[in-house]
């Protein structure tokens, strides 16, 4: 009689503490009307998730539209545009489509652009070659008196990209009285020869190598806008004192 007596003891103390559970789950949620119109998104009670902590877990709330505001797992705020309370992230990730994208940028700023000569397809064909140029190109490199000598050869569409854009940079850094640069076209590419003006920058001309060469002056923006607005010279505000390849 006592051991039936205390199961059903505590078979009562179980049924009135589930009650209590059900009917503080129900106050804290359908009970307060404020609560439900700040869209405070809550679950049924019969939901796999409802009583399990899954909630909790998680963070904790989560408000609708109108709070614009939700809670995460380490409890950080999520909202306004803004995950974990970091910044949004600020980098394209792709080289060539940063570079069309500020020119494009520039030219929808300038009212002068004239539309119906931009081409954008032409800037993105060169740097493609840019590209190809600067990682599949092979060179092999000599010292010459006052520089280097540099052979740049390559296969398929590589070969293109360097007969377009190595004899082109050299003769444009003719213009620069530091170097002296000249090519001599071959069949899988270009000879390019570099000399220093100043004897003191031989050294300096064979430590940059090829692709230091190649990145020297200050024409490369002017060049883009060149490209993607058709135009034979470089718009006033991105020259820098004549560079136009």
Known sequence: MKTMT???LTLAMLVASGAWAQQDDHSGHAGHGAAAD???VTRAPD???AGSGAAAASGGMMHGQGGGMMQGRGGG??????MGGGAAPSQLGQDAFSAIQQIVQQLQADPATDWSKV???ALRA???????VTLQAVVSSEDVEGGARYTVTGSGEVIGAIQRMVPAHAAQMSSDPAW???TVPLENGVLLTVHATNPADVTKVRALGFLGFMVQGDHHLPHHLMMATGSDTAPAAATDGGHQY
């Open 47 to 49: 939901s796999p998730l």
């Open 119 to 121: 081409d954008i397809d």
């Open 77 to 82: 705020m999520m909202g306004s545009g803004m």
């Open 180 to 182: 002296h640069a000249s």
């Open 38 to 40: 700040s869209g405070v």
């Open 6 to 8: 205390k199961a059903a």
């Open 126 to 132: 060169h740097l493609i070659d840019m590209n190809l």
